[in-house]
């Protein structure tokens, strides 16, 4: 016979257990939902889902996609975002640059919202992933919360920016930078003005589509890492500490067009010889000195360009990054110095002018220990490294404190239809994004 219970000791354990079922929300809500994960699967048909916009015909998953920010491939790709949100209840927001927006209240009204995200445009012949795995991401984080009914402190804000690829035209009117001359620029076929009126938006309207600096808590961008760094060293999870510098120079060597079957060789001023040995110092002079920092010739014009004709005048670029705009400063004034010395030797004339110049946009150290902290809570090992490539969070880092995850790329390889990032690691970035996002709505 089973032994008889007292009224009163029920309803007290009873009490005593909703009030711990009462803590154990509130604390999820706080941030120490531990055991909250996204669903994987639905993750990954997300991203085979939106591969199909920009597929070359016939092509499948693997023969990676071309959908440029502002092309019909970038409008079909947009709406099955927008389909997927409103799928579990999202009501997806277009504003003046064209970016999209999906937003949930959160429990605090004072509490400014947290905003996450990326872009889902890519480079002609681009991967499936570049862009892909963030906006994916974001969608399947705040689909998770719904369906598990967490309400967090803060609102919750998941973008897709408009053509970061080409302009950032979402992300930099975001920020304040998108001028009229950017509205005017053409890329494959189109203004950004018309590009962002065939997305929704309003390029009249900009002033709209502003972030004042401070409106938002934080901005947080899961991506692939584009190299190879995360790969080789078999670590799951990059923390960035930000995104390069950028110094970018056009250099004009002047010699003397001559023909290449009378001119002495001892008599030649050839500006492609020149260009050859001002190229080698670019890598000299960058490899000596320790670091991540790259230096870049990647465009060279030769004129007359002819196979009899001592070349008379060359044009090349020269590009250096790192994440210290001081240190590429003075790799450009060795560059600049040994390139008089070059012009000495070769009796030509070398013109080596600055035409660009980024700064670089730092990681918030606090995002950084954030998104740490949630990929221990999740058993992956990290480390810091910085950012070769730009993204869309250097333009929020001027508009709230920037963080940035990354994911391996498979051989370092991006911008390729190559470009492979395995299902466990997008798994493991969009669950390091949740864990971040509830770490930091759950500060005090």
Same mark, same amino acid.
């Given at each position: 016979?089973?032994?008889?219970?007292?009224?009163?000791?029920?309803?007290?354990?009873?009490?005593?257990?909703?009030?711990?079922?009462?803590?154990?929300?509130?604390?999820?809500?706080?941030?120490?939902?531990?055991?909250?994960?996204?669903?994987?699967?639905?993750?990954?048909?997300?991203?085979?889902?939106?591969?199909?916009?920009?597929?070359?015909?016939? @092509? %499948?998953?693997? $023969?990676? #996609?071309?959908?440029? !920010?502002?092309? =019909?491939?970038? &409008?079909?790709?947009?709406?099955? /975002?927008?389909?997927?949100?409103?799928?579990?209840?999202?009501?997806?927001?277009?504003?003046?640059?064209?970016?999209?927006?999906?937003?949930?209240?959160?429990?605090?009204?004072?509490?400014?919202?947290?905003?996450? @995200? %990326?872009?889902? $445009?890519? #480079?002609?012949?681009? !991967?499936?992933? =570049?862009?892909? &795995?963030?906006?994916?991401?974001? /969608?399947?984080?705040?689909?998770?919360?719904?369906?598990?009914?967490?309400?967090?402190?803060?609102?919750?804000?998941?973008?897709?920016?408009?053509?970061?690829?080409?302009?950032?035209?979402?992300?930099?009117?975001?920020?304040?930078?998108?001028?009229?001359?950017?509205?005017?620029?053409?890329?494959?076929?189109?203004?950004?003005?018309?590009?962002?009126?065939?997305?929704?938006?309003?390029?009249?309207?900009?002033?709209?589509?502003?972030?004042?600096?401070?409106?938002?808590?934080?901005?947080?961008?899961?991506?692939?890492?584009?190299?190879?760094?995360?790969?080789?060293?078999?670590?799951?999870?990059?923390?960035?500490?930000?995104?390069?510098?950028?110094?970018?120079?056009?250099?004009?060597?002047?010699?003397?067009?001559?023909?290449?079957?009378?001119?002495?060789?001892?008599?030649?001023?050839?500006?492609?010889?020149?260009?050859?040995?001002?190229?080698?110092?670019?890598?000299?002079?960058?490899?000596?000195?320790?670091?991540?920092?790259?230096?870049?010739?990647?465009?060279?014009?030769?004129?007359?360009?002819?196979?009899?004709?001592?070349?008379?005048?060359?044009?090349?670029?020269?590009?250096?990054?790192?994440?210290?705009?001081?240190?590429?400063?003075?790799?450009?004034?060795?560059?600049?110095?040994?390139?008089?010395?070059?012009?000495?030797?070769?009796?030509?004339?070398?013109?080596?002018?600055?035409?660009?110049?980024?700064?670089?946009?730092?990681?918030?150290?606090?995002?950084?220990?954030?998104?740490?902290?949630?990929?221990?809570?999740?058993?992956?090992?990290?480390?810091?490294?910085?950012?070769?490539?730009?993204?869309?969070?250097?333009?929020?880092?001027?508009?709230?404190?920037?963080?940035?995850?990354?994911?391996?790329?498979?051989?370092?390889?991006?911008?390729?239809?190559?470009?492979?990032?395995?299902?466990?690691?997008?798994?493991?970035?969009?669950?390091?994004?949740?864990?971040?996002?509830?770490?930091?709505?759950?500060?005090?």
């Amino acid at each position: 016979m089973a032994p008889m219970i007292d009224r009163r000791e029920f309803l007290r354990a009873l009490a005593a257990a909703s009030t711990v079922v009462a803590a154990s929300k509130f604390d999820f809500a706080q941030g120490t939902g531990r055991g909250l994960r996204v669903n994987a699967n639905r993750l990954r048909e997300s991203l085979e889902g939106l591969s199909v916009f920009g597929r070359p015909e016939g @092509g %499948s998953f693997a $023969d990676g #996609v071309s959908r440029s !920010g502002f092309s =019909d491939a970038a &409008v079909a790709g947009r709406n099955y /975002v927008m389909q997927l949100m409103r799928s579990f209840g999202l009501g997806p927001r277009i504003d003046a640059a064209g970016n999209i927006f999906g937003s949930t209240a959160g429990s605090d009204p004072a509490l400014k919202p947290i905003l996450f @995200g %990326s872009h889902i $445009d890519s #480079v002609l012949s681009g !991967g499936n992933f =570049d862009g892909d &795995v963030g906006s994916m991401s974001a /969608v399947e984080v705040l689909h998770t919360l719904k369906e598990r009914g967490v309400t967090t402190r803060h609102p919750l804000q998941m973008v897709i920016w408009t053509d970061e690829e080409n302009t950032f035209a979402g992300s930099g009117a975001a920020a304040g930078l998108l001028s009229a001359a950017d509205l005017k620029r053409i890329n494959n076929g189109i203004s950004t003005a018309d590009g962002i009126r065939k997305l929704g938006g309003d390029p009249t309207r900009l002033a709209d589509a502003r972030l004042v600096a401070g409106a938002i808590r934080c901005y947080l961008e899961l991506h692939i890492e584009q190299g190879g760094v995360l790969d080789k060293a078999n670590v799951p999870i990059g923390v960035v500490e930000g995104i390069v510098s950028i110094d970018r120079y056009e250099v004009e060597i002047h010699g003397f067009a001559n023909h290449a079957g009378t001119t002495p060789m001892k008599e030649r001023r050839n500006a492609l010889l020149a260009a050859a040995k001002l190229i080698e110092a670019v890598q000299n002079v960058v490899m000596q000195e320790p670091g991540r920092q790259v230096g870049t010739v990647g465009r060279l014009e030769v004129f007359p360009n002819a196979p009899n004709v001592v070349p008379g005048t060359v044009k090349h670029s020269i590009e250096l990054r790192d994440l210290s705009a001081e240190k590429i400063a003075v790799l450009g004034q060795d560059i600049r110095k040994l390139a008089q010395d070059i012009a000495k030797e070769t009796g030509t004339e070398i013109v080596m002018e600055k035409v660009e110049q980024h700064a670089p946009a730092v990681a918030d150290p606090a995002m950084q220990k954030k998104i740490e902290e949630a990929a221990s809570r999740l058993e992956l090992k990290t480390i810091r490294l910085p950012s070769g490539a730009g993204h869309d969070a250097q333009m929020m880092a001027k508009v709230g404190p920037m963080g940035m995850i990354f994911v391996p790329s498979v051989d370092g390889i991006s911008h390729s239809p190559k470009e492979l990032t395995h299902w466990q690691d997008c798994a493991n970035g969009a669950n390091v994004l949740l864990q971040t996002i509830l770490l930091i709505d759950g500060e005090a």
